[in-house]
């Protein structure tokens, strides 16, 4: 992780994101950010409900010290079946409970970076216990210029958690699974109702992951294929699904995964579907596509491609990927 963090910086992106999928995201993080100098680290995302709020707050307190605030936090809630059977903890309606995870987490957070005293009731939560024994020294480094020193990102896919971003959050992951259609007319909406209803100052930064194929690399095409069949399997994630009039293909994609028929799922990803999900171009027209994908509807864009080392330690492709990160700030 170090190794992959330092090449990142050294191509010039601003930023990397680590998922909770095959490692734990706080652990990368903490490795990517002794690592490098500049590079802002975030959890995209770190699941909520599986863990306590405060320990949640804790962790990210000593990495945000660690980067010398680089570090974000990002959220998400997962499904059901993943919280309940995967993480073993409890379940309720997703978008209530993490504005009560925000809460708390902001709870202590100015507990502990100013003496505040802390206190948190909701539904779920009631805090009220923190000695100086388990307070850590406030942060001492200066925040960067219209930042906050600790930020808070939300992931969501509907409307509900969207809404929440905005009127709590410091940034909004869309889901990887969106199309340009569906971030403009059903989370963009969503993302302006919540914000009408912010009481925290400043803006609310659109965070738009993007899968990207370059048109001569069938592997990464059948790749992407893959991922996107996958997510559509989810019916939290019908959604999108619905908007394009492609509801029986989410159902079908559900009869498959419920049978563990993983390896027919991607054919039901048609070119349609796949160009409208991913952007499609030759490498050196890769910036210029998602720039027009994203254009007015991000802050940050988030190019989903893979980004490997060879055996020198050097990014695979590194020209190709200088390029693009100089293309895309202009585009």
């Not at 599986?50 to 990210?60: E, G």
């Not at 009039?245 to 049978?259: C, F, P």
Request: proline share 7%; with cysteine; net charge positive.
């Amino acid at each position: 992780m170090g190794d992959l963090a330092r090449a990142a910086e050294a191509v010039g992106f601003d930023g990397l994101w680590l998922a909770e999928t095959t490692h734990d995201p706080f652990l990368g993080a903490a490795l990517a950010l002794d690592a490098t100098q500049h590079l802002r680290v975030g959890t995209a995302v770190a699941i909520a409900f599986a863990r306590s709020p405060v320990s949640i707050a804790q962790t990210a307190f000593d990495l945000a010290r660690l980067g010398h605030g680089r570090f974000e936090l990002g959220l998400g809630t997962q499904v059901r079946g993943h919280v309940q059977r995967r993480f073993g903890m409890a379940w309720s309606a997703p978008a209530p409970r993490l504005g009560e995870w925000i809460g708390a987490i902001r709870a202590a957070w100015s507990s502990w970076q100013e003496g505040a005293p802390f206190r948190f009731r909701s539904e779920h939560l009631d805090l009220s216990l923190m000695s100086p024994f388990f307070s850590p020294p406030p942060l001492t480094f200066a925040a960067a210029p219209g930042t906050a020193p600790l930020r808070i990102s939300v992931a969501g896919v509907g409307p509900a958690l969207a809404r929440l971003a905005g009127r709590l959050a410091n940034g909004f992951h869309v889901h990887p699974l969106h199309t340009a259609r569906y971030l403009a007319e059903v989370l963009e909406p969503a993302l302006q109702q919540g914000e009408a209803e912010r009481r925290e100052a400043g803006r609310l930064e659109r965070y738009v992951p993007v899968f990207l194929i370059p048109d001569d690399d069938p592997e990464v095409r059948d790749a992407v294929r893959r991922q996107i069949s996958f997510y559509a399997a989810t019916p939290t994630y019908r959604r999108v699904l619905e908007l394009h009039g492609r509801v029986r293909t989410g159902e079908r994609l559900s009869r498959l995964a419920a049978a563990g028929r993983w390896a027919e799922m991607p054919d039901l990803v048609d070119d349609e579907l796949l160009g409208a999900v991913a952007v499609i171009a030759p490498w050196d027209g890769l910036a210029d596509a998602l720039g027009a994908r994203c254009a007015r509807a991000a802050h940050r864009v988030m190019p989903l491609l893979r980004f490997s080392l060879a055996a020198d330690g050097a990014p695979r492709d590194a020209k190709r990927w200088e390029r693009l990160v100089r293309a895309l700030r202009t585009a």
